[in-house]
């Protein structure tokens, strides 16, 4: 499998908070968290409060403005709630909600937290936003709702653009998106798509979901009817190819760094198995998908598929 590594090398190009006690820490743990907040702005509205005469031994004065006690109490409040969780435990809660397929509570937690510049909770909003896609009941919801969990997952990009989970996400829903497009849309996408694939797959290369969409990516272009390739042909000098012998290669080796970590990955395997002509093989790895644990909607699918296909065989 080293070649499969060095074409990822060479292909570069194509809480909420636990609430503290401790005054200190509780504000510092804020500004790493919040950089908007920072100490200039607190000492600017101590400043103001003493030029207005309202702090008082006792605490704040009765002669206050009611609209200013409201800004510090809210402030206050804002500083306080912001403690109360740290990122981490906040990413860990919304990735056990995932697990349980929770996604609309997921959003809720996170979309608070949109403008928090920190790339882990953009791409896990962009990932609850498109599971809400997929259940959506009209098409129309379903185009604007990949469109917007895009956009969460380009935000994080712009961020950190060295998170192999972003770059999976971009792969993803550059397809959905540009999918409703039309097919010469999709189309142009295509290498796009690739190359963030490539590029998850350099910066976590023991993660098997990005070795299953680059050779999902084979597997489609190895499928590709006559007439998009027609379409590929007027948009790329040089249209983009792939082979079922490449896809199962990919394919393989996901299941190599991931065992059954996914339904679909040992489908597909048994998919390039078929288009080969081994059907020994196509048969194996066909039974171990039916015999799959459904969790999730996916494994409905791919259990049935298996099924379908084994009754040819």
């Not at 090398?9 to 500004?31: C, D, E, M, Q, T």
């Not at 510090?72 to 306080?80: A, D, K, L």
């Not at 510049?117 to 791409?123: I, K, T, Y």
């Not at 489908?267 to 039974?287: P, S, T, V, W």
Request: include cysteine.
């Amino acid at each position: 499998m080293q070649s499969l590594l060095k074409t990822v090398s060479a292909a570069r190009y194509i809480g909420v908070f636990g609430v503290s006690v401790k005054a200190r820490p509780l504000i510092y743990s804020w500004f790493q968290y919040n950089p908007r907040l920072t100490i200039t702005s607190i000492r600017d509205t101590r400043a103001a409060a003493r030029a207005n005469k309202c702090m008082t031994t006792a605490g704040i004065d009765l002669r206050l403005g009611v609209g200013v006690v409201a800004g510090i109490v809210n402030s206050f409040c804002s500083v306080v709630m912001a403690a109360a969780s740290t990122p981490d435990s906040l990413l860990t809660q919304a990735d056990a909600l995932y697990d349980a397929m929770k996604y609309e509570e997921i959003y809720s937690l996170l979309y608070g937290y949109k403008d928090s510049q920190n790339d882990e909770v953009l791409w896990r909003l962009g990932r609850a936003t498109y599971e809400m896609a997929k259940a959506s009941q009209t098409e129309e919801e379903k185009k604007n709702l990949y469109r917007k969990a895009l956009d969460y997952v380009e935000a994080a990009l712009a961020i950190n653009p060295n998170n192999f989970a972003v770059h999976k996400w971009m792969s993803i829903l550059i397809d959905y998106v540009y999918g409703y497009e039309g097919t010469k849309a999709r189309i142009s996408q295509s290498y796009n798509v690739k190359e963030h694939m490539l590029k998850a797959c350099e910066l976590n290369p023991t993660d098997g979901t990005s070795w299953y969409l680059l050779g999902y990516w084979y597997f489609t272009i190895a499928s590709i009817p006559w007439y998009q390739r027609n379409i590929a042909a007027i948009i790329f000098a040089t249209p983009p190819s792939g082979t079922f012998q490449e896809a199962l290669q990919y394919f393989l080796h996901a299941e190599k760094v991931e065992p059954n970590f996914y339904s679909k990955n040992l489908l597909m395997i048994g998919k390039c198995y078929l288009e080969l002509g081994d059907k020994e093989k196509a048969r194996e790895f066909l039974q171990r998908t039916t015999h799959y644990t459904i969790k999730i909607q996916d494994d409905q699918e791919a259990v049935i598929e298996a099924e379908n296909l084994l009754k040819k065989l």
